[in-house]
T-cell receptor, first 112, second 112 residues
Framework: KQEVTQIPAALSVPEGENLVLNCSFT??????LQWFRQDPGKGLTSLLL?????REQTSGRLNASLDKSSGRSTLYIAASQPGDSATYLC???????????FGSGTQLTVLP | NAGVTQTPKFRVLKTGQSMTLLCAQD?????MYWYRQDPGMGLRLIHY???????AKGEVPDGYNVSRLKKQNFLLGLESAAPSQTSVYFC???????????FGSGTRLTVV
């Protein structure tokens, strides 16, 4: 059974810092890995999708890497802003129905 | 460009009542999914569908039924609601292949 772990569970940083969120998964037989953002009481917004054959994806200040063989992904956020405050969820796509398995998330607070 | 639309957004049920949550997508996606999100448990897969007329069980299917009579709609039913079904329910859809997921904004259900 696929299990996804995110570390840390919560992170508080001052504005302008660069930061790294970590995600690990137990079964390396994945198709994709997707990073989401969730604001309090809201739905999930897709940030980045990494195909299993890719090593990284970039979107603006966000960069996600994937090391499939070691079962790890990182989300790098450059020059953090208070508007980045949210919960960040990592999810891997695996199994016959390509279902998502989520980590429990990292709650990020960026202090002005 | 509605994407994935869930109705209702909020609902309060009494124990034993029934209800249906509707998910509609306008992206012509083949695959649709229902997840529930609980504090400390992350998102867990309830049921999914890989095409019109098909359904399958996910990780936590007990107490729920689903139907996919039309490609664009995926219904989640609670026949006899229990307080343990208090949760936020998310619907998602995707195309086959290496595409990512698109999520709806969620339905917050409270069973008293």
């Amino acid at each position: 059974k696929q299990e996804v772990t995110q570390i840390p569970a919560a992170l508080s940083v001052p504005e302008g810092e660069n930061l790294v969120l970590n995600c690990s998964f137990t079964d390396s037989a994945i198709y994709n890995l997707q990073w989401f953002r969730q604001d309090p009481g809201k739905g999930l917004t897709s940030l980045l999708l990494i195909q299993s054959s890719q090593r990284e994806q970039t979107s603006g200040r966000l960069n996600a890497s994937l090391d499939k063989s070691s079962g790890r992904s990182t989300l790098y956020i450059a020059a953090s802003q208070p508007g980045d405050s949210a919960t960040y969820l990592c999810a891997v796509i695996s199994g016959s129905a390509r279902q998502l398995t989520f980590g429990s998330g990292t709650q990020l607070t960026v202090l002005p | 460009n509605a994407g994935v639309t869930q109705t209702p957004k909020f609902r309060v049920l009494k124990t034993g009542q029934s209800m249906t949550l509707l998910c509609a997508q306008d992206m012509n996606h083949e695959y649709m999914y229902w997840y529930r999100q609980d504090p400390g448990m992350g998102l867990r897969l309830i049921h999914y569908s890989v095409g019109e007329g098909t359904t399958a069980k996910g990780e936590v299917p007990d107490g729920y039924n689903v139907s996919r009579l039309k490609k664009q709609n995926f219904l989640l039913g609670l026949e006899s609601a229990a307080p343990s079904q208090t949760s936020v329910y998310f619907c998602a859809s995707r195309q086959p292949g290496l595409q990512g997921y698109t999520f709806g904004s969620g339905t917050r259900l409270t069973v008293v």
